[in-house]
C-alpha cells in the first residue's frame, strides 16, 4: 500500500511538496514513480525514480519544474513541484514496482503494481 500526501489548492506559480510512503517494508521498491489524472483524461506519467542506476524520468511538460527525490531504503518518494500552471491541475498517484522497471518503460503504468488512492493538485489562474 502506498499513501500520498501533500495535494492542495495553490496559485499559478506556486509550489506543493508531494510525499509517498510504501507500507510495505519487507522488500524495496526498484521503481517508484508519479502519474496524475485530470477529469476526462487517461492517467498520464509524470515523473519516476530508478533506484538502481540513480536515475530519474520526466515527463517533457513538467521538466524543469518538478523534481523526484526520496529514500530508496524507506520506500518513500517525493516530488517538489514549482512554476505551477493550472494545466498541472489533477489527480496525483503515487506508484512503484519491486522490479527494476526499463528507462523505456517507466511511463507505462500498467508496469507498476503497487499504487496509491491518490491526491488532488489544483491549480487556480
Known amino acids: 500500500q502506498l499513501v500520498e500526501s501533500g495535494g492542495g489548492l495553490v496559485q499559478a506559480g506556486g509550489s506543493l511538496r508531494l510525499s509517498c510512503a510504501a507500507s510495505?517494508?519487507?522488500?524495496?521498491?526498484?521503481?517508484m514513480a508519479w502519474f496524475r489524472q485530470a477529469p476526462g483524461n487517461a492517467r498520464e506519467f509524470v515523473a519516476a525514480?530508478?533506484?538502481?542506476?540513480?536515475?530519474?524520468h520526466y515527463a517533457e511538460s513538467v521538466k524543469g519544474r518538478f523534481t523526484i527525490s526520496g529514500d530508496n531504503a524507506q520506500n518513500t518518494v517525493t516530488l517538489q513541484m514549482n512554476s505551477l500552471k493550472p494545466e498541472d491541475t489533477a489527480v496525483y498517484y503515487c506508484?512503484?514496482?519491486?522490479?527494476?522497471?526499463?528507462?523505456?518503460?517507466?511511463?507505462?503504468?500498467?508496469?507498476?503494481?503497487?499504487w496509491g488512492r491518490g491526491t488532488q493538485v489544483t491549480v487556480s489562474s
Open positions: 510495505e517494508r519487507t522488500f524495496r521498491m526498484l521503481t
Open positions: 506508484a512503484a514496482s519491486r522490479s527494476r522497471v526499463i528507462v523505456s518503460a517507466v511511463r507505462l503504468p500498467t508496469l507498476y503494481g503497487f
Open positions: 525514480v530508478r533506484w538502481s542506476g540513480s536515475s530519474t
